[in-house]
């Protein structure tokens, strides 16, 4: 008979606190209840954002650029809160509480924007085409931007919590368990991507034919019930306790090297402090040698305890393997700046894009497709590109490289070189297209909207790539207890690129505005010259990925036993976020 040690997990407890029982909690079953809140996050946050341009330009009566900018803050800053809900969770709250706070908030958010879109006193009088338009008052934007601020702070908590929350059920030294949560992480990814799917197609579509009250109503719902959901297995869940934000490691490390600043190095590394167990012992790099000064023992380093026994105080003193995992996350940082512009170009898809929709051609028989829904060639190009890399290209290169595929860096390269392809095509048909609005008058333009379709197809076949890549990057190369951090560095990514598209709409709508004309992002996108704007990011992509390819060849990743074990294996899983 097995000992009652076998039926508990060592690093999690129970709902009363006490070791997990194997039988009575975690597991597929109580995953997948965390699944719904997930699915319906996506389904409103991109439901919202690849539609929100047109509602902004058609019924808050807002110019093309400030409709765009306030799509990209508002993603930027979603994507920006997942550090502030990766640290409440990591120092305070615990997951399961970070998810609980947050996804109420979002539905919060999502209520507020439903009677934001459905009572008229909240947004400016309908005009027709050729008349002058009566823009939103602050009043009115100050509510709508309530609603979406709520949002996106939802969704910050959420997205540093949910994948991490979903692997804590599952013991990963337990074979069979382990299994289940490769199992249990594919179904994620899966679900996701359907989530989406839904947003860009039914839930725009309900926004356009029946109602944008209505469809932020179906979200409110839904998120109300995926909560009661969640919060049916809260005595079935396993939780770990939480082990204190890395951000402190880091902040103790800069001002011990600073306090130290002016002590010199010794000699030889083996005077260096290091307490760290040899098996965990990171080896020791000559890069920014200024940090390892935190390693050396000076008077005045160490504390006495109650027993007696001296211990090492952090704020003055760390080991070897502490500082190294800290230059580790320095390394990453010219790779993680030069990822920026890949969602910049982006985020181009869901507002500029979009709006270029908005004038073509949409109709398919009787059927007129709404614009926000070519997104859908986007999110299709991402499930083509990952099942042939999958099944296609990765068998072949390991027959013939004896690898399993591309390397981080690698597919990170790749993206890049997509996105910027997909960014020369989108200015190649915004230049079709403009020659078309020139010679009509008509409100709907005589050109295919499908003509689009290959800027969605090569920025989504670039996501693939990259997301994948700076997923894998990410967490191969950084310490085993910044993982959680590290990934949150990778989602700054995505927020620093939307808030870099928004500076550029600024300074370009500035620098190119005269008197006499609207500049390249004219109020009417008819009237000004988006291809130039699209010719701009094509340079800026080219120039950053040479510097891009620079920074790989710099690149040296730490050995340790941690990321040798991890390099043996398979790479990354995802549940390591």
Same mark, same amino acid.
């Given at each position: ?18 070791? !997990? ?51 990209? *803050? ?47 006193? #909240? ?24 609603? #979406? ?76 019930? !995926? ?24 902040? &103790? ?53 109650? *027993? ?24 990453? #940082? ?21 709006? &270029? ?15 926000? $829904? ?35 860096? &690698?597919?990170? !390269?790749?993206?890049?070189?997509? $996105? ?13 297209? #403009? ?28 996501? !693939? ?65 988006? *291809? ?29 036993? *941690? ?15």
């Amino acid at each position: 008979m097995e000992s009652k040690g076998t039926w508990t997990v060592a690093d999690a407890i129970d709902y009363n606190g006490l070791p !997990a029982d194997k039988s009575k909690t975690g597991g597929w079953i109580t995953a997948a209840l965390i699944l719904g809140i997930e699915v319906v996050e996506r389904l409103s946050t991109m439901g919202i954002a690849v539609n929100l341009v047109t509602y902004l330009m058609e019924t808050m009566h807002l110019p093309s650029s400030t409709s765009a900018n306030i799509v990209t *803050d508002f993603m930027g800053t979603s994507f920006l809160l997942c550090l502030l809900g990766g640290f409440l969770a990591d120092s305070f709250l615990g997951r399961f509480k970070t998810i609980a706070i947050f996804s109420t908030i979002q539905a919060l958010g999502t209520g507020a924007l439903a009677v934001a879109t459905k009572l008229p006193e #909240l947004r400016p009088p309908t005009c027709h085409h050729g008349e002058a338009c009566t823009p939103a008052t602050a009043f009115q934007m100050t509510f709508l931007y309530i609603a #979406l601020y709520l949002i996106a702070l939802g969704t910050g908590g959420l997205k540093s919590s949910i994948s991490g929350f979903g692997s804590d059920q599952f013991d990963d030294k337990d074979p069979k368990e382990k299994a289940q949560m490769a199992f249990f992480f594919n179904r994620f990814f899966f679900i996701i991507s359907m989530g989406t799917l839904m947003a860009v197609t039914v839930l725009v579509y309900i926004q356009d034919e029946v109602g944008r009250s209505w469809a932020y109503g179906i979200c409110t719902v839904s998120m109300a019930i !995926a909560i009661a959901v969640f919060l049916s297995g809260t005595k079935s869940y396993r939780y770990k306790k939480s082990q204190g934000s890395p951000v402190v490691q880091i902040f &103790q490390i800069i001002a011990a090297s600073i306090r130290k600043r002016k002590t010199e190095l010794p000699q030889s590394i083996v005077y260096l402090y290091e307490d760290t167990p040899e098996s965990l012992r990171i080896e020791h790099t000559d890069q920014f040698r200024m940090l390892d000064k935190a390693a050396v023992v000076t008077e005045g380093d160490f504390e006495q305890t109650l *027993d007696g026994i001296a211990i090492p105080n952090p704020w003055k003193l760390s080991s070897v393997t502490k500082v190294e995992e800290v230059k580790m996350m320095v390394r990453l #940082l010219p790779i993680w700046a030069t990822t920026i512009i890949f969602w910049t170009t982006y985020a181009q898809m869901i507002t500029f894009s979009v709006e &270029q929709a908005s004038t073509m051609r949409r109709n398919v028989g009787n059927f007129q497709i709404p614009a926000g $829904s070519l997104t859908v060639f986007f999110v299709a190009a991402i499930l083509i590109s990952l099942a042939f890399y999958d099944r296609v290209i990765m068998p072949f290169w390991k027959k013939w490289k004896g690898k399993p595929g591309f390397s981080s860096l &690698q597919r990170i !390269a790749i993206g890049l070189v997509l $996105s910027t392809a997909g960014m020369a095509a989108a200015a190649i048909v915004e230049q079709q297209r #403009l020659s078309v609005a020139k010679s009509s008058t008509q409100k709907t333009l005589p050109i295919s909207v499908f003509l689009l379709v290959p800027q969605f197809f090569l920025v989504g076949a670039g996501e !693939a790539f990259i997301y994948t890549g700076q997923l894998d990057f990410f967490i191969t190369q950084s310490p085993k207890g910044m993982k959680t951090m590290s990934t949150g560095l990778f989602l700054t990514t995505l927020s620093l690129g939307f808030f870099v598209s928004s500076f550029l709409v600024s300074i370009v709508k500035k620098v190119t505005v005269t008197s006499t004309n609207g500049g390249w992002l004219a109020d009417n996108i008819n009237h000004g010259r988006l *291809d130039l704007f699209y010719w701009l990011l094509v340079i800026l992509s080219g120039i950053n990925f040479c510097v891009y390819f620079i920074c790989a060849l710099w690149f040296k990743p730490t050995k340790g036993k *941690d990321l040798e074990e991890m390099e043996k294996g398979k790479g990354f899983s995802v549940e390591d976020c």
